[in-house]
């Protein structure tokens, strides 16, 4: 398989060189523009950090959980250092990271997730159906999230003998496909919702 370096003109601007194929396959650019113009963040300046390169950032970010949010983004900008070598003087600087994704909100990553998340598996997909029905399992876990007051306050802390938990936890439900194992719903609630109570919620998505 062959390269071939393109040609990057001096004024190009540091979001305009990425492209993160791997992520946009799955998630379309389209899809994410639509989302970001439906919640309303598309934003009118032009940013080191607009929308569409902090959702896929964010991303990123879970895909690569074991990284910094700096070594996110230098992996994800990996291929433009083939082509600019110059990148590492534009690249966002650290505290722009957390900035832009308190303008996202979250609504946009969870309309995102509702448009793109769906069953994969096909007729011939192991394990996927049985007698005409697809198989899906819900499952559940408890996840713990930043000490702030306001999770605090919202998702609340187990409470034992020596105290409460030192983190506030999240009742977090998934409703997954057996056959591929992709999660095509989920939710989250306080701490003292129950995982069954979750769990029914969830058949909103079984057909």
């Known amino acids: 398989m062959g390269y071939r370096i393109r040609q990057i003109e001096p004024e190009t601007k540091f979001n305009e060189l990425l492209s993160i194929e791997a992520i946009t396959r799955v998630v379309p650019l389209v899809k994410i523009q639509a989302v970001l113009g439906e919640c309303g963040v598309e934003g009118q300046r032009e940013r080191r950090l607009p929308g569409w390169l902090t959702v896929v950032f964010c991303i990123g970010m879970n895909l690569l959980s074991e990284l910094s949010m700096s070594g996110v983004m230098e992996h994800l900008m990996r291929g433009t250092r083939l082509i600019h070598p110059s990148d590492e003087e534009t690249a966002p600087s650290s505290g722009a990271y957390s900035q832009a994704r308190a303008r996202l909100g979250a609504k946009v990553m969870e309309r995102l997730f509702k448009a793109v998340c769906r069953p994969l598996g096909r007729a011939d997909t192991p394990g996927a159906f049985a007698y005409g029905l697809r ?73």
């Open 135 to 207: 198989l899906v399992a819900l499952d559940g876990s408890v996840d713990e999230v930043p000490d702030s007051a306001a999770n605090s306050a919202y998702f609340g802390r187990a409470s034992a003998k020596r105290g409460d938990s030192a983190f506030p936890q999240v009742q977090c439900v998934y409703l997954c496909e057996c056959g591929t194992h992709a999660i095509f719903d989920a939710a989250f609630w306080p701490y003292a919702v129950s995982e069954r109570r979750g769990g029914f919620r969830l058949l909103r998505s079984v057909q």
